[in-house]
């Protein structure tokens, strides 16, 4: 339960101060200890305090809590304080004492200890208690987490019906492409469901094609009967019949992507190989059911991996994805990995991996590119680049959420993100190789904190290149495609 938005509306004891010119009248501390009561409606509720601290060069002070001690970090942050930790159990008023254990002094305003508040409030919700945590984490980057991965992707086949040239899995055009391949066991599944109810975002898709798992509507609705989350599912959209269209609008399903690759039927054939009519009929039914349903809340989006091999399609889904009444296109970079690295041969289509990147002609993507975007943007339709993308089309159509670059040691994946496939293996984001293996592990939660998430938390927080990380092309280490800087630059070496 928050207190208030505003100050004002907070139960401030002793030893505040508001700030002269702090926005939406933050207070400022005037001694070393102040108390403030707040509202808690359990004992799993967390205080959270949204402070700011400047980053100068004294040390930080910590926050000292009833006997608790809590580190501070410079720039804008939440300090998270289990109502716990911090009384005997009760629902009520708690009343806490806040201490600062040094102080910094470098005010002319003597009273000013450097450290803002801008809001205290209870939160309740595990989800958005879990999101906090996360952001705590990210700016702390503890090698152990108390967080779990708000961004959670659970694998739930590697069985596909198409052979899309793109796929890991599945590009092999001759044979049986689903040999050796299998929906999540449910061993696996009892592992990895519990994270799920903590996650801001899950989602649900696979080295193949989610709609193939039987117990995926399960899945889905046990999700949405134990959280107040996102779920997001990427399908090739072949299998989405009535039932599924009831079952996406009629639960937390917030995102449905349909991957396209493709924007004409002979791109399609080139791409994926299905029939495109087909997914096209599919979709129109979707966004017809979602008409008629005054509170669906479910996003729509088309999704193509940017190649050489596609790129006169690039501007066409826009058209297509407006035509059909989608939300969202969305342009993804291929993995680049060393596992990606294959030619397919089609009667009259070769496809080379390597060739297809877009790096061997970044110009020609990004007039494709531009294109498609200002296609999308005169149709109305929204649109979403995919990271390495950012710095190679025109600046004004970057929108400030697709932007996210950083040096190696700012990278927040292993704070924030797992993936776990249906053959076990488990992922801190899509550019690395996979780096555990859940039967290793008794649940989610402890490959979360195992020792691979925890040497790469270490390696990457200290800016040494983990081996994980080396050889991978990632907005972290200096490869986002840019029209100004040199292409297929080497990224950091491993030290
Ligand atoms: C592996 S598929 C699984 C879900 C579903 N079968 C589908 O195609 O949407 C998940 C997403 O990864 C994309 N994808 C597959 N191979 C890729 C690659 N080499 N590089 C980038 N994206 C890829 C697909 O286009 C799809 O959007
Ligand atoms: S539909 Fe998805 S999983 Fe299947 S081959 Fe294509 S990209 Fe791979
Ligand atoms: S490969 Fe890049 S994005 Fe992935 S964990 Fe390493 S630095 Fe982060």
Redesign the pocket.
């Given at each position: 339960m928050q207190l208030g938005a505003s100050p004002s509306q907070i139960k401030y004891g002793s030893g505040w101060y508001p700030t002269e010119h702090a926005e939406g009248g933050s207070f400022a501390w005037m001694a070393t200890a102040a108390t403030v009561d707040v509202s808690a409606s359990g004992n799993d509720d967390i205080v959270v305090v949204e402070y700011s601290y400047p980053a100068l060069g004294s040390p930080i002070p910590d926050l000292v809590v009833g006997d608790k001690r809590y580190q501070l970090y410079p720039g804008y942050n939440s300090l998270l304080i289990p109502v716990s930790e911090v009384t005997a159990p009760q629902a009520g008023l708690v009343s806490l004492n806040l201490e600062i254990d040094r102080l910094a002094g470098f005010y002319e305003d003597q009273r000013d200890l450097g450290l803002k508040v801008h809001r205290i409030y209870v939160e309740s919700d595990p989800v958005v208690i879990n999101y906090k945590k996360t952001q705590a984490a990210i700016a702390s980057r503890p090698e152990v987490c108390d967080n779990t991965p708000i961004v959670y992707m659970i694998g739930v086949t590697d069985r596909?019906n198409?052979r899309?040239v793109?796929?890991?899995k599945h590009h092999e055009q001759d044979g049986d492409n689903n040999k050796d391949l299998i929906d999540l066991p449910d061993p696996s599944l009892e592992k990895l469901m519990p994270l799920a109810y903590s996650a801001q975002m899950v989602l649900l898709?696979?080295?193949?094609?989610?709609l193939l798992n039987k117990r995926l509507p399960e899945i889905i609705d046990d999700i949405s009967a134990k959280a107040d989350n996102s779920i997001e599912m990427?399908?090739?959209g072949l299998l989405l019949s009535p039932q599924w269209i009831d079952k996406i609008l009629s639960r937390n399903v917030r995102v449905l992507?349909i991957?396209m690759?493709a924007a004409t039927p002979d791109g399609y054939e080139r791409m994926r190989g299905g029939s495109y009519e087909k997914v096209i009929r599919n979709v129109q039914a979707l966004v017809a059911e979602r008409a008629k349903r005054k509170n669906a809340k479910l996003e729509i989006r088309m999704?193509m991996?940017v190649t050489r091999a596609n790129i006169t399609e690039v501007p066409l889904l826009s058209e297509l994805a407006a035509d059909l009444g989608v939300d969202t296109v969305e342009f993804?970079?291929?993995?680049e990995n060393p596992l990606?690295a294959w030619r397919v041969e089609k009667p009259d289509f070769v496809f080379d991996y390597n060739d297809a990147l877009i790096e061997n002609d970044p110009e020609e993507c990004r007039i494709a590119l531009n294109d498609a975007i200002r296609r999308a943007k005169r149709r109305g339709v929204r649109y979403i680049l995919d990271a390495p993308f950012v710095g190679l089309v025109d600046d004004e159509l970057v929108i400030a959420a697709d932007v996210e670059v950083g040096e190696y040691h700012e990278c927040p994946h292993p704070w924030r993100w797992l993936m776990v496939t249906a053959a076990g293996d488990a992922y801190t984001c899509c550019w690395a190789p996979p780096l555990a293996k859940l039967a290793d592990y008794s649940s989610g939660a402890e490959l979360w904190n195992g020792h691979e998430y925890r040497r790469l938390r270490r390696n990457i927080k200290a800016g040494i290149v983990d081996p994980l990380c080396a050889g991978v092309t990632c907005p972290f280490q200096q490869k986002a495609i840019s029209k100004d800087a040199p292409v297929n630059e080497k990224p950091a070496p491993v030290i």
């Open positions: 596909c198409l899309c793109i796929c890991l898709l696979g080295y193949g094609e989610p990427i399908t090739n992507s991957s690759d999704n991996a993804r970079h291929l993995h990606h």
